[in-house]
């Protein structure tokens, strides 16, 4: 007869009823490694990469390593899953995942499904912190400053409501949340939503879109909030959604600062793979920057399967005894009470794997190769764009040093197009080059028509120049007749 095991009587020592330790416990337990079968598929994938096929051996030197001669080729665009049949050149919309990076997604998803309850009780939540503990080592930052969420829509609404709602309690008034006319559009909706709430007010900065250099735009930034009472809460893009500008992130928020914003969110959704972030020789270093909150998503530039972002909040970077960040999660779950970490890791049952799927996408992006390819997708979208300007004798709205993987072209006078331009004349030409397979935003900026591009690693010449043919024969097209 086989022995009977003793009964443990124990605690549930995690937040709710999950069978698994406290989040800090976790952190500070280390790395939990991953079950064989997720490495083998990631393995087995990378295998039969044209990108990635030269990390699994020894050899990652010279061209190989550094990508040069595979980025922008049909045969990297094989590392997606892209429709061949359509020219791609809006990578930076809603992302678009590397191959490799899917399969382990997957491969987590039937791991999951094998044994549900063991998983999310008792995994679960060992695999997340080995993720959380990966990419702090990778920002350079305490795993104890990031807070794994589903996109950066939920990491903003949590820091902007959480943040308003402590000037009403704590100071008896109804906030100032500030932002700039250039920020995303979802953004001054949640501020404006997030002041109505908490009897505040919601103030737009008017800075514009067309600037010399980073200098005149900082310039035009300090005198803008001159003109207005100081804002409690003011949250910005990284790189801004519309007007694709690169925006010196770390200046803007010394001049906030110096202006009096007491909390300073940072819209980082199209950051990460378009700036370098780490503690390397040329990367933007977390810890020289004076923001409270910074909101990442994985899914678009860094090519992760969509529903992984995370929020770095610096406060447990400054040493022990340094107060934890005041955020909470907007969805009320068993985390909520627990910490800020805790109330926005868990929301509910969901899929988890993209978050599970970003280590591997981190092994990606420390290799010589991907490293490289931040400055090469950079240098790429500049000499297409100009190529650009230069054929139909317009411009790029930003200027040089304030320019990432994705750049807004102005484009020429269309005469089908009746004035004055607005954003149906955009939607217009969208939608015909649409029709033609050609997947790329069109903008109306100060009246002004652009073609924002976006330049990952999967764009080739092909891919421009049928964009670049299309719009040369859109210049031939006659004016639309009145009815």
């Not at 735009?217 to 909030?225: D, G, K, S």
């Not at 926005?344 to 010589?368: C, H, I, K, M, V």
Request: some cysteine.
């Amino acid at each position: 007869m086989a022995q009977i095991p003793p009964l443990k009587v124990e605690g549930y020592k995690g937040f709710g009823s999950f069978h698994s330790d406290s989040l800090s416990q976790l952190l500070q337990q280390g790395i939990t490694p991953f079950p064989a079968k997720i490495e083998a598929a990631f393995s087995s994938s990378i295998s039969s990469s044209p990108l990635f096929s030269s990390l699994s051996s020894s050899n990652d030197e010279g061209e190989s390593a550094s990508g040069e001669g595979v980025f922008f080729t049909a045969a990297c665009k094989s590392d997606f899953l892209l429709d061949p049949a359509f020219a791609f050149l809006n990578h930076g919309a809603f992302g678009s995942p590397l191959r490799c990076l899917l399969d382990v997604a997957n491969a987590w998803r039937e791991h999951v499904e094998k044994q549900p309850l063991l998983f999310i009780d008792r995994q679960l939540f060992p695999f997340l912190a080995r993720t959380m503990i990966e990419l702090g080592q990778y920002l350079g930052v305490p795993a104890a400053s990031i807070a794994l969420t589903q996109n950066v829509t939920t990491g903003l609404n949590a820091a902007i409501f959480s943040y308003a709602r402590e000037v009403k309690e704590r100071e008896g008034r109804g906030p100032k949340l500030g932002t700039l006319d250039i920020a995303y559009g979802a953004v001054k909706k949640m501020i404006s939503v997030a002041a109505e709430e908490n009897g505040g007010e919601a103030v737009t900065l008017p800075v514009g879109s067309s600037f010399h250099d980073k200098a005149h735009f900082l310039t035009v930034l300090e005198e803008e909030l001159t003109k207005v009472e100081t804002c409690d809460v003011f949250v910005f893009d990284a790189v801004t959604s519309n007007t694709a500008l690169l925006l010196p992130v770390r200046e803007v928020c010394e001049v906030l600062r110096r202006n009096g914003v007491k909390k300073i969110i940072v819209d980082g959704a199209h950051a990460l793979g378009q700036i370098p972030f780490g503690v390397e020789e040329g990367c933007e270093r977390l810890d020289n920057i004076d923001f409270d909150v910074f909101a990442f998503n994985c899914h678009k530039w860094m090519c992760v399967p969509r529903g992984c972002a995370f929020l770095v909040a610096p406060s447990p970077m400054k040493g022990e005894g340094a107060a934890p960040p005041t955020l909470r999660g907007r969805v009320v779950s068993h985390g909520t009470a627990e910490g800020w970490q805790e109330s926005l890791l868990w929301d509910g049952a969901r899929d988890y794997s993209p978050s599970l799927t970003l280590p591997f996408a981190l092994r990606l992006w420390q290799s010589e190769r991907m490293k490289s390819a931040v400055g090469a997708m950079r240098r790429y979208a500049t000499e297409q764009a100009e190529a650009m300007a230069r054929r139909w004798q317009t411009h790029i709205l930003s200027p040089l040093d304030m320019r990432g993987a994705m750049l807004c072209v102005a484009l020429p006078s269309i005469p089908a197009l009746p004035l004055p331009l607005s954003s149906s004349s955009a939607k217009a030409v969208q939608d015909w080059l649409f029709d033609q397979n050609i997947e790329c935003p069109v903008k109306c900026i100060d009246g002004k028509l652009y073609l924002r591009l976006s330049f990952h690693v999967h764009c080739t010449g092909a891919d421009v120049e049928r964009l670049t043919s299309a719009i040369d024969a859109l210049l031939h097209l006659p004016p639309i007749q009145d009815e």
